[in-house]
Nanobody
Framework: QVQLVESGGRLVQTGDSLTLSCGSS????????MAWFRQAPGKEREFVAG????????SYVDSVQGRFTISRDYTKTTLFLQMNSLRPEDTAVYYC??????????????????WGVGTQVTVSS
């Protein structure tokens, strides 16, 4: 059983930067792709960013491309999401997810078996 716990979410202002972290425990995730999803009020959960289990590739949704950076510390089994130039539309609960590694980073929720409970990010105008 894998346990994922997100942290770092808070209230920030438009243009601010924020880094989210996701710690894992229970089972090693050496062969798991990891990703960040988010869900805003009244909207469906969407893929934000993902990283291949080898670290060889990353993937981002168009709306965060160039502003967000996903990274992984394999020694500490921790996932990060560096968010820059935050906008009000980035306001959402951000979730950390892990799924069995595949060559192509998946953007569908069902491809990820393990999830954290989420951390709230609120960007004010």
């Amino acid at each position: 059983q894998v346990q994922l716990v997100e942290s770092g979410g808070r209230l920030v202002q438009t243009g601010d930067s924020l880094t989210l972290s996701c710690g894992s425990s229970g089972r090693t995730l050496s062969y798991y792709n990891m990703a960040w999803f988010r869900q805003a009020p009244g909207k469906e959960r969407e893929f934000v960013a993902g990283v291949h289990f080898t670290g060889a590739s990353t993937s981002y949704v168009d709306s965060v491309q160039g502003r967000f950076t996903i990274s992984r510390d394999y020694t500490k089994t921790t996932l990060f999401l560096q968010m820059n130039s935050l906008r009000p539309e980035d306001t959402a609960v951000y979730y950390c997810a892990a799924g069995r590694g595949k060559s192509v980073i998946q953007r569908v929720e069902g491809e990820y078996a393990y999830w954290g409970v989420g951390t709230q990010v609120t960007v004010s105008s």
